[in-house]
């Protein structure tokens, strides 16, 4: 079904002049090229891995811990001494990571990163160092460390592994006995 042409020649004319000198445009084709699906490699698995452990950190979130003494948690259904032993120095840090000169974003990939290398290290013990600064990464990392459901327990460390500037991780560890990832 065709329109009708309603402009007259002097409206097509002034249109024309508004609008100058216009080249028509050319029709290019586009041929679309297969992409073969090929199968995860073992490189993007440990990248989702560590993406599903980024997930679990939210800014959002405010936990309810304790604002007297030292910084501690044990997570629901854990064993209470978890905590107290980590203070009493019985756990000893497989792990450390040092979060000195790192902003929040790098800082949560970097506690990402540990916690799935924890998994594939079997290390059940880590220990955090966000010194004490503008205690941005002081208040933060304790939220993050408690929406994660890897952690078992934090508290603040001893002196030798850092005391008020760090925390020592107590990590479930999903797969004990298999070595092989």
Not at 2 to 9: F, G, H, M, R, V
Not at 78 to 103: E, F, Q, T, V, W
Request: a positive charge; one cysteine or more.
């Amino acid at each position: 079904m065709k329109i009708k042409d309603t402009l007259s020649e002097h409206e097509k004319q002034l249109f024309k002049d508004a609008i100058g000198k216009v080249k028509p445009m050319v029709l290019d084709t586009i041929h679309p090229v297969k992409q073969s699906i090929k199968p995860k490699s073992a490189a993007t698995g440990q990248k989702s891995k560590k993406q599903q452990a980024y997930f679990h950190f939210s800014d959002q979130y405010e936990p309810l811990l304790t604002q007297q003494g030292p910084m501690k948690y044990v997570r629901e259904g854990a064993d209470s001494y978890a905590a107290k032993n980590l203070r009493r120095g019985i756990y000893a840090p497989d792990l450390i990571l040092d979060l000195h000169g790192l902003d929040q974003i790098k800082a949560k990939d970097e506690i990402a990163a540990l916690l799935y290398a924890c998994q594939k290290e079997h290390a059940q013990c880590v220990c955090i160092v966000h010194g004490l600064g503008n205690r941005i990464l002081k208040n933060k990392v304790p939220h993050w460390l408690v929406q994660h459901p890897d952690v078992i327990a934090f508290h603040q460390a001893p002196l030798e592994w850092g005391g008020d500037g760090a925390l020592l991780v107590l990590v479930d560890l999903h797969d004990k006995f298999n070595l092989k990832e």
